[in-house]
């Protein structure tokens, strides 16, 4: 569609509530599994939760998807892939962090080769947990339903904070042995001869 055919739609004919009421209920999350916090959302989709009942239908490929669920760590190999899907999707995209590993890294927070989602792609909504429960994941379509009417719910994200005063300082790298006696001796006698 044609950015002046889509602007005329939207603000002339007036259809932007329908259009983004249509989004609203078409949420269909591509999942971004590297940790175990996948098993959370496939008990939200399953009959206890029904998570289809709020428009979430998962679904197995990135170009007919417009939300990603990040579900568990990125480390610096999966960044590349993390950012490759997020590109195929079409527009309107949106993006979820879940669980503590997503969010902040987690438990390897200090590692050398995770990066945190935020720093990938823009995420607009968090999921705290560890893992998040189920009722913890519709929550949060909840608050992306209320996003994309323009009325944010309540957002939450997390504090960055300087752990770094924690570490312990890095290691020195070893001295030279001072040399023995006898060796500074042969080390002269061979430099004179």
């Not at 029904?50 to 669920?69: K, S, Y």
């Not at 899907?85 to 080769?113: D, I």
């Amino acid at each position: 569609m044609s950015q002046a055919l889509r602007e005329f739609l939207m603000k002339k004919a007036k259809l932007e509530k329908v259009f983004k009421w249509g989004v609203r209920w078409s949420l269909w999350p591509v999942h971004l599994v590297t940790s175990c916090c996948g098993v959370e959302v496939a008990h939200a989709s399953a009959p206890g939760f029904d998570a289809e009942r709020w428009g979430v239908l998962p679904f197995h490929t990135m170009r007919q998807c417009n939300v990603i669920l990040v579900e568990g760590t990125i480390t610096r190999k999966m960044a590349r892939v993390l950012r490759q899907v997020y590109e195929q999707m079409p527009e309107p995209k949106y993006v979820l962090a879940m669980g503590a590993c997503a969010v902040r890294g987690g438990l390897f927070w200090n590692s050398y080769h995770i990066v945190q989602v935020d720093t990938i792609v823009p995420v607009d909504v968090y999921i705290a947990g560890c893992p998040p429960t189920p009722e913890a994941v519709i929550r949060a379509f909840i608050m992306l339903h209320n996003k994309i009417k323009g009325k944010p719910g309540p957002y939450i994200e997390p504090a960055k904070v300087d752990l770094t005063p924690y570490l312990p300082p890095p290691p020195k790298p070893p001295a030279k042995p001072a040399p023995q006696p006898q060796q500074q001796q042969q080390q002269q006698a061979q430099a004179a001869a």
